[in-house]
C-alpha cells in the first residue's frame, strides 16, 4: 500500500468511534507517515468536534505545542492519530495528548538570527514567527546579535531588520555584541528605531545606562500577560570588548553580569514581578567573563525562573536547579516556546520547547510582515544578485550546518582564499621602502561567516560571509611577534583554562576546540603545531611559502609585512589601509577567473596549517552522510560518490539511510551528482563522523539521492 499525503478532509462523522472520512492523492511509496499526523478535538461527552492536520517530522513536544496552539479551548480532549497502514486512522490507536490548562504566558524567543527574518526551506522566517506571536498571544524576545549577518542586515547597518523586527511586534530585545558592529553612534539609531525596548542592564557609558532612552529605562521591562506580571531584565556579556571593533565600544562600560543580575532581580521582585526572566547574550563559552550556567548557580536562591541566552549559537534547553536555561542555536533554525504558569502560592512553573523549521509549515505566515520582508529585500536583492563568478568548490566557511565552525578549528580554502587576497591589496598598499619584504596574512576564524555553495558566486553571497565592513590595513611586524600571535590565536588561556585548540586524539585525528574566532587562518606562510603541548608551547614551526623559510621564532629584528583588517591591526599599529575586505576579495577573484569568464577552483584545503600530533600518512576514517529521499535504497547498497570534485573517487555504503564513506585524513566535500551542493566531513572537527559532541546534538550532513 502507497503511503499517502493528506488531502482535503471531506466529511467527518461526529462521533467518538468513526473512521475520518478523507480524499487523499498518491505519493511516492517512500514517504514516511510518521511525519504526518491529525489532531483531534472533543468535548466533555467524547463528541469529535474537529479535525486539524499536522505535517512534518516533529517531536512529540512541538506536536503537543500545535495541539495546544490550535484550539486550547478543547486541547485537554484532543487525541493525535499517526496514519497507519491501511491509511485509517482509528480513534482507538491515538494517543492522547498530555497538555497542562493553558499557560498563563508564553514567551517565543530567538537569539543570534545574524540577519536570517527571510524565510527558507531551513530558516524559520520572522512572517511566520509573528503569526504565531498571535495565535499564542505570546512575547516575543530576542537575545541579541540580529542586526548583523546576511547581505540584508550589513547592507543596510541593521535598520531594515529592526524594521522586520517593528512588523512582527518583538517586544524586547537585548543588545548582543555584534548590534555594536556599525559603532556607537549607530547603534543609537537602531535604538531609536526600534518600537520595542533594546536593553542591557550593565552596559554603561560614565554613569548612564547605555540603552536608556525616554520611555526605555535601558535595563528591564515588565509585561503583563493574562494578569501576570513578567520581569526581563537583559545583560551582555563582558567580552564584547573583545568580539567587535575596539573603537566601536570605546567608552563604554560592560559591568558584572552577576551583580547586576542580582540587583535585577531583586528590583523587578520588588516591583511586583510575579515571574523573572533573564534575557542574556553571554553563551557557554570558555572563553566568557560569565556563562548562562554560572548566572544560574549564583542565582538559584534567588527569584530568577529562567535565562534566555545567546551567542554561543548553541542548542540549549536544560535546567540548574529550578532555573531554566534556553538558547535556540543560530540563523533562525530554531524559535524556542516557553510556557509559564504561576500557582496560587506564587510558584512558576517553566516548560520550554524548541520549535523546528517543520513545526512552521503548520502556521500561516503573517501577510503584513512578509510585504515587509519583501520590501526591505526588494532593491537590495538585485545588487546583491549580481554574479562575480562560478567556483566549480564549495569555499567553507562560518558554522556549517549552524554547528560547528570551522574556520575555528582548522584551515579552510575560503579562510585561504581571504588571506591570499588580502596578500594581493597588501602589495598595492606597502610603502616603497617595503616593497621587498615578505608578505603573510592572518584572518581570524570568526571573520568569516558564511559559506559560498559550488555554482554560482554573487555579490550577496561574499558580503554575506563578510559582513563586517572591514577594511585591509597592512603593519610591519618580525617573526618573534608573529610566532606570538600566532601562538595565542590557536590556544591561550582565560580565567585560568585553556581555550581554542586544546588536545587531538593521536588515534582519530578529532581536535577538542572551544571554537574561538581568534584561530588564525593565513596567508603566505605555513605553521605546524603539537594540539597536545601546553599552552604557550603549542607553535612548532611557521615558514615561508614563496621560499620555504623557516622563520627563527627568537628573531625579533628581520622585517615582515603583515596584511589583516581593522580588527586584527589597529590605527596605532598599521602602516597603511587598503579598501574594503568585501571588495578586495571580489577583485582577487575576478583575478583568479580573469573577470568570471573561467571557474574558480580551490581545494578544500592547501596543506597551510598541519598539526604535529600523530603521523596522518595513511590513515582512513569513515565519514557518514545522510541520505533524503533514499527509502528506496536497501542496506548495503554501493553508491558512487564526487570527493572534492572528482567524480566516482569512492564508494559509500548505505545503512539504514546513511551513507558511510572510507576517506583519507582530513577535510572532504562531497556529493552526489556533478550539479549538487557539496557536503562537508572532517575528523578534525568531527563533521559528518560525530552525531553528538559534548552538550550538542551534530547529526551528519544530507545530501539528496534522485535516485
Partial sequence: MKKLLFGKILA??????????????????????????LAAYYNDSNTLLSVKEIRGSLSSDEVDALVDIYEPENAKKAKVFDWTENLEPQNDSGRTVDIA??????????????????????VIGSDSVAALKQLDNAILADAGDAVQGVALASQSKGESIIKIMNAAKYDVMAAGNHEFDYGLDHFKELRDLANFPIISANTYKGDALLCADGDNNGENVIIEKNGVKVGIFALTTQNTITSTKPENVAGIDFKDEVTAAQEQVQKLDEEGADVIIALTHMGETEE?????????????????????????????????????ITQTGTGSVNVGRMAIDVADDGTVSVKETMLSRAFFNNITPDAEVTKTITDESAELNKTLAQEIGETKNTLWGGSIRGLITEGRVGETNFG????????????NIVPEEDKNLPIVAIENGGGYRASVPNGKITLGSIIDALPFANNVRIMETTPKQLYTALEGYISSEKNGKAIGVTAQDPETGFLTASYEGSFPQIGGMRISYNPNNSVGEKLELVSLIGGNTDLDKDDDTTKLILASHDYIIGAED????????????????????????????????????TTTAHNWEGYVYTAHITLTNA????DGSEISVYVDGEKDAAKGKVNNGVLDIELPDGPHAIKLYEDQ???????????????????????????????
Fill in 12 to 37: 467527518v462523522t461526529l462521533s467518538a468511534s468513526t473512521v475520518f472520512s478523507l480524499t487523499l492523492p498518491a505519493v511516492a511509496d517512500n514517504e514516511k507517515a510518521a511525519t504526518f499526523h
Fill in 101 to 122: 490548562d493553558e499557560p498563563e504566558v508564553v514567551i517565543l524567543h530567538t537569539n543570534d538570527m545574524h540577519g536570517a527574518l527571510a524565510g527558507t526551506s531551513s
Fill in 288 to 324: 566568557g567573563a560569565c556563562t548562562s550556567k554560572r548566572l544560574a548557580e549564583e542565582l538559584k536562591d534567588t527569584e530568577l525562573d529562567a535565562i534566555i541566552d545567546g551567542h554561543t549559537h548553541h542548542v540549549v534547553n536544560e535546567k540548574v536547579g529550578d532555573i531554566t
Fill in 416 to 427: 585561504s582564499l581571504i588571506c591570499d587576497a588580502m596578500i594581493d591589496e597588501a602589495k
Fill in 574 to 609: 598599521m602602516i597603511a589601509e587598503g579598501s574594503g575586505l568585501v571588495e578586495v576579495v571580489i577583485a582577487y577573484i575576478n583575478s583568479l577567473t580573469e573577470n568570471g569568464t573561467k571557474p574558480l577552483e580551490i581545494p578544500v584545503t592547501l596543506g597551510r596549517i
Fill in 631 to 634: 527509502a528506496s535504497l536497501t
Fill in 677 to 707: 551542493h557539496e557536503a562537508y566531513v572532517n575528523n578534525y572537527s568531527g563533521n559528518g563522523v560525530l552525531d553528538v559532541y559534548g552538550d550538542l546534538t551534530l547529526g551528519y550532513p544530507e545530501l539528496e539521492y534522485r535516485g
